[in-house]
């Protein structure tokens, strides 16, 4: 069974950090692309980073770029989002997804960035 779990959502003030988790299983982690997405109320999801299956390529939204680093460990079938810097913009539900011959996504974690 596919799973793809995420977790370290929380509720930060501006200018904070949070390091999200994905953890993968059911599927060979190491030959899938890594992709965290976000979706903000009323508005629709959308990308927020790339790694590629080794990991020596990252690509990241204009958004983001700079303050955020994702980074995986293939040892233990798992992904972080490092968000640095944080804007109540960057306030959504953050997603995880999988994607190679076919993609897997998570159930999301809230981040929520307000004083």
């Known amino acids: 069974q596919v799973q793809l779990v995420e977790s370290g959502g929380d509720l930060v003030q501006p200018g904070g950090s949070l390091r999200l988790s994905c953890v993968a299983s059911?599927?060979?982690?190491?030959?899938?692309?890594m992709r965290w997405y976000r979706q903000a109320p009323g508005k629709e999801r959308e990308w927020v980073a790339n790694i590629g299956a080794t990991g020596t390529y990252t690509t990241y939204a204009d958004s983001v770029k700079g303050r955020f680093t994702i980074s995986r460990d293939n040892a233990k079938n798992t992904v972080h989002l490092q968000m640095n810097s944080l804007k109540p913009d960057d306030t959504a539900v953050y997603y995880c997804?999988?994607?190679?011959?076919?993609?897997?996504w998570g159930q999301g974690t809230q981040v929520t960035v307000s004083s």
């Open positions: 059911g599927f060979t982690f190491s030959t899938y692309a």
């Open positions: 997804n999988a994607v190679w011959r076919t993609q897997y």
